[in-house]
């Protein structure tokens, strides 16, 4: 059995971005602290169980009391758009950069190249679902790192939604000039986004 320190570290490795060494001084960080200040994360860290709810239209983790988050339920929003990314934290800079109206999708991750199983990695059946619902939008926007990953989850997640998309008439683009190769949503600055969301290419059109 790993004793305190290792058993703490090993989570922290975990984390996205984390190497060894960043996860043993975050370890000792905690040890030189106090107990109420480890106290004081422990409960946070067990309010995101029972505090934070997932939105079960766009899958964006969020604390409103109702059961759609503060965006699926803004009648301001332009529900004929919707922008599928994804993780949170792409979603979020694409809010900060306040050059989108429409609604979202959260993806919940990416597959991994020549991936058999999909489905396991991203909701990709609950996104079906979404465009078959009442509220079926007009287009779709992907916007999804431009590393291969990025590109290939969304070339799986195109073609396995391509049917309905045909069926509604539902056109699809992609993040235009200004992102280059290996750009991450989430790292992008305020106007590269916006610039990416004005100059958005019809998939098909390239
Ligand atoms: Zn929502």
Redesign the pocket.
């Known amino acids: 059995m790993k004793n305190p320190l290792e058993a703490l570290t090993s989570l922290f490795r975990e984390f996205p971005g984390i190497g060894p060494r960043q996860a043993e001084r975050f370890t000792y960080h905690l040890l030189s602290g106090t107990n109420a200040s480890r106290e004081q994360l422990a409960k946070e860290i067990l309010n995101l169980g029972s505090k934070v709810s997932l939105?079960p239209?766009?899958?964006?983790f969020?604390t409103e009391s109702s059961n759609?988050?503060s965006?699926?339920k803004n009648p301001n929003r332009d529900k004929n758009i919707l922008l599928v990314v994804a993780k949170d934290t792409d979603l979020s800079s694409v809010e900060k950069s306040h050059a989108y109206n429409g609604l979202?999708f959260v993806l919940g991750g990416t597959i991994p190249l020549l991936e058999k199983k999909p489905e396991d990695h991203v909701r990709m059946q609950e996104l079906k679902s979404r465009l078959v619902g009442k509220d079926s939008p007009k287009e779709i926007i992907f916007a999804m790192n431009t590393t291969s990953e990025g590109e290939y989850t969304r070339e799986v997640v195109e073609l396995y939604i391509q049917a309905v998309l045909k069926e509604k008439n539902i056109k699809t683009s992609i993040l235009g000039r200004g992102l280059s190769t290996g750009t991450e949503i989430e790292y992008s600055d305020s106007e590269t986004l916006k610039s990416a969301l004005i100059h958005r290419t019809q998939v098909g059109e390239q």
């Open positions: 939105c239209s766009c899958f964006k969020h759609l988050c965006i699926c979202y």
